[in-house]
């Protein structure tokens, strides 16, 4: 049996995983941007889901991250960077995985 955590994590790749790539080429798994760990107010959030493929996701947690996330931040723009950051600096000690299930399944427009 799934965690709610787990849970969560599985709509949340059904929800960002789009047929291409943001950096061409057929989609098969969603990179979080800024790491899931590190950050409780953008793991669920989906702009924060970038949709590659399994070569890319290899290669952005390899030595190509920085010239990956930089043609990312290129293609989605800096207003969605900038977006990213301010949502990164709120502080979050505990999700309502209801709220983030309904947020996930397009039912409200935010779940913090």
């Known amino acids: ?9 599985k709509l949340f790749q059904q929800v960002c995983l789009k047929k291409t790539s943001v950096l061409g080429g057929v989609a098969t798994v969603v990179h979080h941007f800024i790491p899931k760990s590190h950050c409780l107010a953008v793991r669920y959030y989906i702009p924060n889901g970038i949709p590659l493929t399994y070569e890319q996701h290899l290669q952005i947690h390899s030595n190509k991250r920085k010239e990956l996330e930089e043609q990312i931040i290129q293609i989605l723009g800096i207003s969605w960077r900038a977006d990213l950051r301010k949502r990164q600096n709120m502080i ?5 995985y209801e709220k983030v299930k309904n947020y996930l399944n397009g039912k409200i427009s935010d779940y913090l």
């Open 1 to 9: 049996m799934l965690t709610e955590n787990q849970t969560l994590d």
């Open 92 to 96: 979050i000690k505990d999700i309502d």
